[in-house]
């Protein structure tokens, strides 16, 4: 399910949201416009988080697990991650506040890296992304705005997969209205049921465990953030 908009109006202008788009996509930019593939890879191998590498050296690594949550591998893994930060992150800003909620961002995607780290199946290939940190943002969502409508494009689950893939391609797509509660919700479910199954990334696949290390931190730590007062709506 790809979110498309929240129900859930803003009291003021989120300009860290703004700030860590046009990062994300200056940092994905940036190498490939200078390498193309070859580009990308080095940028992964220089800023990524290598696991092997950061138990090794953690204090020469330690940027790292800051750094690596500008980088992405690709225009779907960019677009992706922007989609869930657009449609959730501008809430949880206003909810803690600019500077606040930046910390929040860069520890999450610490916290994520750490995660992935921790059982990665191999220790060699660098992590880049900034789904843990946007997992994190995504705890928080569920934590403060449990009850908010989510709108998100989804595929019919009662037709078979072969007719799902051929709906996919060629059909129109349906938009249903969830309740935050219960769209996140099935999302972490997910992530943990891939990470479970030993889908994790070895090669360029998804890093399971650092959007489940992300989605808990943000959920338990989210409300020390929080400003003492919500936000008056505008």
């Known amino acids: 399910m790809i979110p498309v908009r929240d129900h859930n109006p803003l009291a003021g202008p989120v300009w860290?949201?703004?700030?860590?788009?046009?990062?994300?996509t200056l940092g994905f930019v940036g190498p490939w416009a200078l390498g193309g593939e070859e580009g990308l890879w080095r940028a992964a191998v220089a800023f990524g988080v290598?696991?092997?590498?950061?138990?090794a050296e953690p204090l020469r690594t330690a940027p790292s697990l800051i750094t690596h949550?500008?980088?992405?591998?690709?225009?779907?893994h960019l677009i992706?991650?922007?989609?869930?930060?657009?449609?959730?992150?501008?809430?949880?800003e206003d909810r803690l506040g600019h500077a606040r909620f930046l910390a929040f961002y860069l520890l999450g995607a610490a916290v994520g890296a750490l995660a992935h780290a921790l059982v990665t199946p191999d220790p060699r290939v660098p992590l880049i992304g900034a789904s843990g940190a946007i997992s994190a943002i995504l705890g928080a969502y569920l934590r403060?705005?449990?009850?908010?409508?989510?709108?998100?494009?989804?595929?019919?689950?009662?037709?078979?997969?072969?007719?799902?893939?051929?709906?996919?391609r060629i059909g129109p797509f349906f938009l249903?209205?969830?309740?935050?509660?219960?769209?996140?919700g099935y999302w972490a479910l997910v992530q943990v049921w891939e990470g479970l199954a030993g889908t994790?990334?070895?090669?360029?696949?998804?890093?399971?465990w650092a959007h489940v290390g992300g989605f808990v931190?943000?959920?338990?730590?989210?409300?020390?953030?929080?400003?003492?007062?919500p936000p008056a709506w505008r």
Do not use: I, K
């Open 176 to 184: 249903w209205t969830l309740p935050a509660w219960s769209y996140l």
């Open 50 to 55: 290598t696991p092997a590498a950061l138990w």
């Open 80 to 92: 992706g991650n922007l989609v869930f930060l657009w449609v959730f992150g501008d809430n949880v």
């Open 16 to 24: 860290v949201v703004w700030l860590l788009v046009l990062s994300a």
């Open 217 to 229: 931190f943000g959920l338990a730590v989210a409300p020390a953030f929080a400003r003492r007062s």
């Open 69 to 76: 949550a500008f980088l992405h591998g690709g225009w779907a």
């Open 144 to 168: 403060f705005f449990p009850t908010r409508r989510v709108q998100a494009v989804v595929l019919p689950l009662v037709l078979p997969w072969l007719a799902m893939r051929v709906f996919f």
């Open 200 to 208: 994790d990334v070895v090669g360029g696949g998804v890093a399971w």
